[in-house]
């Protein structure tokens, strides 16, 4: 018997209907900010994925953030040109610097599974959205995509989400922040965990997954980029938070918000909630404009955000928020005689033209075992199929929702049927 696979996906048809509800969802409300679905490819380009997460990193750092990517192997363990998607932004890039024109813009999401490795190095699946509008650098798109991840997350239930904002600053105003922030870290060398201290002092602004207090505590202590800002981004920022206060989005400044990547510029966000006493992260975002250039050649400024749909799903199933499935109109076709077999199929045929589900019973069979297996299926309604019945020219219909049965001529078998859909969905 083959092994189940730790941290990868196995969706059976009882939760298959509630991430459809989920994408539902998401479609829905996308559609009313006129973003456009795309597909990415689950197979990605190695060279251009690790340009890609490198962009903007020193050697070291870039070094650990590849050795999260599930790359696929030859026989002999040199490492191939394909890599699984760890995540859409770089491949979107990739597809729109093909087709951008200046002052054009470009609204477009994804959903689906993404590949990497955890703390443990072990290779994990994850199911996430990525929504990114690209081509514009104004202080509005950023608004636009921090509001919209705070309508789906409300959209799908989880309406005490709130919004924690930060700015990175820029590639003038950065450089002082990673000066103090490297001094500082010098300074408090033996209050920090050895990795803690070597990710920080490569890069001030990562997130270290660190979860010893003593670590947080001191780097919490340390120096605030806001404090370096320059007159533009400390204008910019205050816009920012100006508009979702009048937007009634539930912010906070978050002094310390980290990212795993180091493309972001400006405004970064996350996507919170309390859970069991802890911050939940859900997803989170914000502004990326030199990321094209790095590894396309051309600049395209752009905002996006993510959503781990995993913890969404998660937190969803917790809470009972799924609707109740409401189980779709079938009827059971049964015959208790081989020579009326093709009479089944063409009764199943007629009833699937007017969008009826029917279920066809695999073997010839008494009537309480025919019964036993329409409850199973969820079917309200039978059709029963007699050799005797059929000399009379009717068949048997078996309502097993009200608890009836009548003998019906042949042809008045799919109106009848039609009768009893009406009458269940108006219950």
């Known amino acids: 018997?083959?092994?189940?696979?730790?941290?990868?996906?196995?969706?059976?048809?009882?939760?298959?209907?509630?991430?459809?509800?989920?994408?539902?969802?998401?479609?829905?409300?996308?559609?009313?900010?006129?973003?456009?679905?795309?597909?990415?490819?689950?197979?990605?380009?190695?060279d251009v994925l690790h340009k890609g997460i490198t962009a903007l990193m020193d050697d070291k750092e870039a070094f650990q953030a590849v050795q999260q990517v599930l790359n696929l192997s030859s026989p002999d363990n040199n490492i191939s040109l394909l890599s699984l998607r760890p995540e859409g932004t770089i491949s979107v890039l990739h597809h729109i610097a093909k087709i951008f024109k200046p002052q054009g813009t470009?609204?477009?999401?994804?959903?689906?599974?993404?590949?990497?490795?955890?703390?443990?190095?072990?290779?994990?699946e994850f199911y996430q959205l990525g929504v990114e509008l690209l081509g514009s650098d104004s202080i509005l798109s950023?608004?636009?995509?921090?509001?919209?991840?705070?309508?789906?997350?409300?959209?799908?239930?989880?309406?005490?989400?709130?919004?924690?904002l930060n700015s990175y600053g820029c590639q003038d105003c950065r450089p002082k922040f990673f000066n103090e922030m490297r001094k500082y870290l010098s300074e408090h060398q033996n209050e920090f965990c050895k990795s803690c201290y070597n990710d920080?002092?490569?890069?001030?602004?990562?997130?270290?997954?660190?979860?010893q207090e003593h670590c947080l505590h001191t780097a919490f202590q340390g120096p605030r980029i806001q404090d370096f800002l320059c007159k533009k981004c400390h204008a910019d920022f205050a816009k920012v938070k100006k508009i979702q206060a009048n937007l009634a989005n539930?912010?906070?400044?978050?002094?310390?918000?980290?990212?795993?990547f180091a493309y972001y510029n400006e405004t970064v966000f996350d996507f919170v909630l309390e859970y069991q006493d802890k911050k939940?992260?859900?997803?989170?975002?914000?502004?990326?404009?030199?990321?094209?250039?790095?590894?396309?050649?051309?600049?395209?400024?752009?905002?996006?955000?993510?959503?781990?749909?995993?913890i969404i799903f998660a937190l969803m199933n917790q809470?009972?928020?799924?609707?109740?499935?409401?189980?779709?109109?079938?009827?059971?076709?049964?015959?208790?005689?081989?020579?009326?077999?093709?009479?089944?199929?063409?009764?199943?045929?007629?009833?699937?033209?007017?969008?009826?589900?029917?279920?066809?019973?695999?073997?010839?069979?008494?009537?309480?075992?025919?019964?036993?297996?329409?409850?199973?299926?969820?079917?309200?309604?039978?059709?029963?199929?007699?050799?005797?019945?059929?000399?009379?020219?009717?068949a048997l219909i078996r309502n097993l929702s009200k608890g009836y049965q009548s003998y019906v001529p042949l042809n008045q078998i799919i109106s009848e049927i039609l009768i009893a859909r009406k009458a269940l969905q108006q219950e």
Not at 118 to 123: A, L, S, T, Y
Not at 200 to 211: G, K
Not at 286 to 309: C, E, Q, W
Not at 362 to 388: G, H, K, Q, Y
Request: overall charge negative.
């Open 319 to 394: 809470r009972d928020i799924f609707l109740s499935k409401r189980e779709p109109f079938s009827v059971y076709v049964c015959s208790q005689s081989s020579d009326l077999e093709i009479m089944m199929l063409q009764i199943s045929q007629e009833l699937q033209t007017h969008n009826i589900i029917t279920i066809l019973s695999p073997s010839i069979s008494d009537t309480e075992t025919d019964i036993a297996n329409a409850t199973s299926f969820n079917c309200p309604v039978m059709i029963i199929l007699r050799d005797e019945n059929i000399l009379d020219g009717k």
């Open 200 to 211: 920080l002092m490569q890069n001030p602004l990562a997130d270290t997954r660190c979860v």
């Open 142 to 164: 950023e608004n636009e995509i921090i509001s919209l991840g705070m309508k789906i997350c409300t959209e799908l239930g989880l309406k005490e989400t709130k919004l924690e």
């Open 280 to 310: 939940l992260v859900l997803g989170g975002g914000g502004r990326y404009d030199h990321l094209s250039g790095m590894i396309t050649g051309k600049k395209i400024p752009a905002v996006g955000f993510y959503l781990n749909l995993d």
């Open 106 to 124: 470009h609204r477009l999401y994804y959903h689906g599974p993404m590949f990497r490795k955890d703390k443990r190095q072990n290779p994990m």
């Open 1 to 46: 018997m083959p092994v189940k696979l730790k941290n990868f996906h196995e969706f059976m048809p009882e939760d298959v209907w509630k991430w459809k509800s989920i994408e539902s969802k998401i479609d829905q409300v996308l559609a009313l900010y006129n973003y456009q679905e795309i597909r990415l490819s689950i197979l990605q380009d190695y």
């Open 250 to 260: 539930d912010y906070s400044v978050n002094h310390y918000l980290v990212k795993n």
